[in-house]
């Protein structure tokens, strides 16, 4: 639940790079994403327009988290996916087994955990988030670190 600490972990990106996220001093908003689920297709454009009109605020990391990949199903490769939707933040590829999102406690998808500076979760959303609820989560990521 909330108040519990991140591990840090090292992820794939996307672009096949790979980068470490963990308590570093940067607040975070962390959205997990499900390439073939239908409300994780009408998030990522929203989010994406909302970045390309907004600043993130100092001192705060947006990443995606793409998981639960199923080769059978819509949207495969999430990579595509991502690119296509322009999404302008850190990308990271999940493991099979979803322990990135299994670290994070996933409950749904699209799922979003916004964490302080020192790693610690101030709050947990499932579901689609409308731009108020978005922003609400950029302010408290952007406060955590203030």
Same mark, same amino acid.
């Given at each position: $639940? ?11 990106? !996307? +672009? $096949? ?6 308590? +570093? $001093? #940067?607040? /975070?908003?962390?959205?997990?994403? %499900? ?11 929203? !989010? #994406?327009?909302?970045? =390309?009109? =907004?600043?993130?605020?100092? $001192? ?9 990949? +199923? ?19 850190? #990308?990271?590829?999940?493991?099979? *087994?979803? +322990?990135?999102?299994? %670290? ?15 790693? =610690?979760?101030? /709050? ?5 988030? #409308?731009?108020? *609820?978005?922003?609400?989560?950029? %302010?408290?990521? *952007? *406060?955590?670190? %203030?």
């Amino acid at each position: $639940g909330a108040g519990q600490t991140i591990p840090t972990v090292t992820a794939t990106l !996307l +672009d $096949g790079g790979t980068a470490e996220v963990g308590p +570093d $001093g #940067t607040g /975070r908003l962390i959205g997990f994403f %499900a390439h073939w689920c239908p409300h994780c297709q009408a998030e990522l454009p929203r !989010l #994406t327009s909302w970045l =390309n009109d =907004n600043e993130v605020p100092e $001192g705060v990391e947006i990443i995606a988290v793409s998981t639960s990949v +199923d080769e059978g199903s819509p949207n495969y490769p999430p990579s595509s996916w991502f690119e296509r939707e322009d999404w302008p933040e850190l #990308t990271l590829r999940d493991s099979p *087994a979803s +322990d990135i999102s299994n %670290a994070y406690g996933l409950s749904g998808y699209p799922y979003f955990v916004v964490v302080d500076g020192e790693g =610690n979760v101030l /709050r947990r959303v499932s579901g689609e988030l #409308t731009t108020e *609820a978005w922003e609400e989560l950029v %302010a408290e990521a *952007a *406060a955590s670190v %203030a």
